[in-house]
Structure formats: structure tokens, C-alpha cells
T-cell receptor, first 115, second 110 residues
Framework: GAVVSQHPSWVICKSGTSVKIECRSLDFQATTMFWYRQFPKQSLMLMATSNEGSKATYEQGVEKDKFLINHASLTLSTLTVTSAHPEDSSFYIC???????????FGDGTRLSIL | TQLLEQSPQFLSIQEGENLTVYCNSSSVFSSLQWYRQEPGEGPVLLVTVVTGGEVKKLKRLTFQFGDARKDSSLHITAAQPGDTGLYLCAGEGQGGKLIFGQGTELSVKP
């Protein structure tokens, strides 16, 4: 069964809305989680590394104020897309490695559509 | 910057044909993983290769890690329509980050 749960799986909302996506590790603790963005027919692009107890580390070109990450506990990380616009529409996926590194377990992704 | 070049990016073949997907880098990776992804779902791990020269088989899929741990290949024998999907290679980078190749969109037609 799934070891990483992502919620919601699908969101449609109006431009200007903020959207929160949750990523939970179900049977293990994850001090680190990763957030990816994926456009249709393309690969995963790492957006940021979520760290429990400290600030997230963002990849170059990713707006920190736009994509807020909070690693609230050892089993939960959230990604909030603030004031979302149509260009933010994408497939967002989280992953979490078990203690010791690889392999990472991926959530089922969140399809975000901004109208 | 570590990069993974994956090729081909698109592949359309007939059922029963063989195919190979390549993943190349100028950097050394401590491990390399292959994933398969269905539309609307997260990637599912197929295999992890760790040792240079390693070969792993998963039914009709054969995975190879280059001797220098800079490249890898995925070979599918007698492809079936059920093999259709997006195949991704990923190398472990600094801090546990996964560096993904561009992906290979495979379509196997009956």
C-alpha cells in the first residue's frame, strides 16, 4: 500500500486563490520531504526540499514567497501556492525518503488547475 | 551541476518489439533509479542500481548501470501494450535530492 499520502489529488480554483497541498508519510518519520512540479509529458522538476524543524531549501528560480513550505511534523509537509494564477497550473508531487536515504517514496500527486 | 540526459524522449513501437532507453551523465552517481509513471499518478520505483556494472532483471525489463556509474540503460524485451507509460531515470544527488532525466514517453501499440 501507499507509504506517502498526498491530498488533495485534484484542485480547481479561481485565480488569486491560495491552495494548500499536504504530503504525509504514513508508516515512517520523514525529516526531509521533497516537492516536485511536473508539466504534461515532461519530467519532474525539483522545487524545494522541506526540512522538519527548519526552513525549506528552494531550488534556483523557485519563488519562496509564492510556494510556501511548512514541515509541521515528522510525518507532514505542506506546500501552499499563494495567490495562484493560471501559469501555476501543474501536477505537484511530493516524496519522502525513509531514514538512511533512498529509495524515495512518492505521493500520487496533486493536479492543480487555476481558472 | 549534475545533469541526466535521457533518450529517446518519445518512443512508439509495435507489440513484440524490443527497445532500449538510455540515461547518461558526465557526473558519477552513488545510485541510480528507474521509475515508471502513469498519467495522474506519482512515479513508481522499478529498480535501484548501486554498483558499477550491475545488471538487474525484472521480468522482461533489464537494467544496467555503467562501470563508471555515470550512465544506465533500460531494455524491454517483447514490449506489450501494458508497458506504455512514462519512464524516468533519476540519480541521487547532494543532500539526497533526486536528479531526474527528461523522461521517455513509451507507447506500445497492439
Amino acid at each position: 500500500g501507499a507509504v506517502v499520502s498526498q491530498h488533495p489529488s485534484w484542485v480547481i480554483c479561481k485565480s488569486g486563490t491560495s491552495v494548500k497541498i499536504e504530503c504525509r508519510s504514513l508508516d515512517f518519520q520523514a525529516t526531509t520531504m521533497f516537492w516536485y512540479r511536473q508539466f504534461p509529458k515532461q519530467s519532474l522538476m525539483l522545487m524545494a526540499t522541506s526540512n522538519e524543524g527548519s526552513k525549506a531549501t528552494y531550488e534556483q528560480g523557485v519563488e519562496k514567497d509564492k510556494f510556501l513550505i511548512n514541515h509541521a511534523s515528522l510525518t507532514l509537509s505542506t506546500l501552499t501556492v499563494t495567490s495562484a494564477h493560471p501559469e501555476d497550473s501543474s501536477f505537484y508531487i511530493c516524496s519522502a525518503p525513509r531514514t538512511g536515504g533512498q529509495p524515495q517514496h512518492f505521493g500520487d500527486g496533486t493536479r492543480l488547475s487555476i481558472l | 551541476t549534475q545533469l541526466l540526459e535521457q533518450s529517446p524522449q518519445f518512443l512508439s513501437i509495435q507489440e513484440g518489439e524490443n527497445l532500449t532507453v538510455y540515461c547518461n551523465s558526465s557526473s558519477v552517481f552513488s545510485s541510480l533509479q528507474w521509475y515508471r509513471q502513469e498519467p495522474g499518478e506519482g512515479p513508481v520505483l522499478l529498480v535501484t542500481v548501486v554498483t558499477g556494472g550491475e545488471v538487474k532483471k525484472l521480468k522482461r525489463l533489464t537494467f544496467q548501470f555503467g562501470d563508471a556509474r555515470k550512465d544506465s540503460s533500460l531494455h524491454i524485451t517483447a514490449a506489450q501494450p501494458g508497458d506504455t507509460g512514462l519512464y524516468l531515470c533519476a540519480g541521487e544527488g547532494q543532500g539526497g535530492k533526486l536528479i531526474f532525466g527528461q523522461g521517455t514517453e513509451l507507447s506500445v501499440k497492439p
